[in-house]
């Protein structure tokens, strides 16, 4: 059975909340970075084979990071599937050939958790490239 008029605008109205507080939780991430020292390169990278959240960069150390706003941490955690971060090494590569000065970096894939109440949590080199494709 279709989802009646409502129910449609019921999930528009999902959506736009859902995104809203994706923007927040990248900016807030975003901050928390800057005050550790990071560069913020690009932020919401896409490409044709996914998306990364925020790619920064300190020093030798070019971080390919998503970001996760969930009720409690270990929902965040769960929330990267393996499908998420095959999407999000996928998108670094491609990040990576369109931008060849990036190349002599070391990479990592790292996690910004943000959760209500709390200060942003980065989980630093939360999972490898190689383990995932």
């Not at 990364?52 to 929902?75: M, N, P, Q, W």
């Not at 990576?96 to 209500?116: E, G, H, I, S, Y």
Request: no cysteine; hydrophobic share 45%.
């Amino acid at each position: 059975m279709p989802p009646t008029r409502g129910q449609r605008r019921d999930q528009r109205r999902d959506r736009r909340r859902a995104y809203r507080l994706g923007l927040g939780a990248e900016s807030l991430a975003a901050l928390l970075l800057r005050l550790k020292g990071w560069r913020i390169l690009a932020r919401r990278f896409r490409s044709g084979a996914g998306e990364v959240d925020l790619i920064a960069r300190r020093g030798e150390v070019l971080a390919f990071i998503e970001v996760k706003a969930r009720g409690t941490r270990s929902a965040a955690l769960e929330a990267v599937t393996a499908t998420a971060r095959g999407r999000i090494i996928r998108a670094a590569r491609i990040f990576l050939v369109q931008n060849p000065d990036q190349a002599d970096t070391v990479q990592r894939f790292d996690l910004v958790l943000v959760l209500p109440w709390r200060w942003p949590e980065h989980v630093v080199d939360a999972f490898q490239a190689t383990h995932d494709l």
